[in-house]
């Protein structure tokens, strides 16, 4: 039985998380670690309350044809991002020195929440089309690490 490595599994659990995501573009999950600890989860969706995309006739991003990483307070959901942030904030949950582990790459709002709440290493599966995201991740000194979990030999839930 081959294990996982610890990125490994927690990618594994991102792609989990984001199974619970309603947004009809992009299904994302966001996963909050410290000391190989899950401190937060995150999906992306609207508000506690709000309908979802597929109950108001589809996303309106698309009517618009809005690219993807452009406009994004266009967009009725929260991102996997924030909403583990918020997680945190609302259970009392420091985050500082904590890692991500997300499905994609974070926009350059979910970046710069993130590097102001001290998560200053960021693990992806996926890309995203911000280069804004990329060069506040470099001036601020993020670690971003893309990996695969396929290359493990370990197959995704």
């Known amino acids: 039985m081959l294990r996982p490595s610890w990125d490994t599994y927690f990618m594994q659990i991102t792609h989990l998380v984001a199974t619970r995501g309603t947004c009809l573009r992009r299904k994302v999950g966001a996963v909050l670690v410290r000391d190989r600890q899950i401190l937060t ?45 918020i997680q945190a904030a609302v259970h009392g949950i420091s985050i500082k020195g904590a890692t991500l582990y997300a499905t994609n790459q974070p926009c350059s709002l ?34 971003l690490r893309r990996i695969d979990v396929k290359a493990e030999g370990i197959s995704q839930p």
Do not use: W
Not at 48 to 56: Q, S, Y
Not at 117 to 140: K, N, S, T, W
């Open 41 to 85: 989860t995150g999906y992306n969706g609207p508000p506690r309350g709000v309908p979802h995309c597929d109950e108001l006739g589809g996303c309106l991003r698309d009517k618009l044809n809005v690219p993807s990483g452009e406009r994004h307070e266009i967009s009725r959901a929260v991102h996997a991002e924030q909403n583990a942030i």
């Open 110 to 143: 979910c970046t710069k929440m993130l590097i102001n709440a001290g998560v200053l290493e960021f693990v992806i599966a996926d890309g995203y089309p911000d280069d804004l995201a990329l060069q506040i991740m470099e001036q601020a000194g993020v670690l």
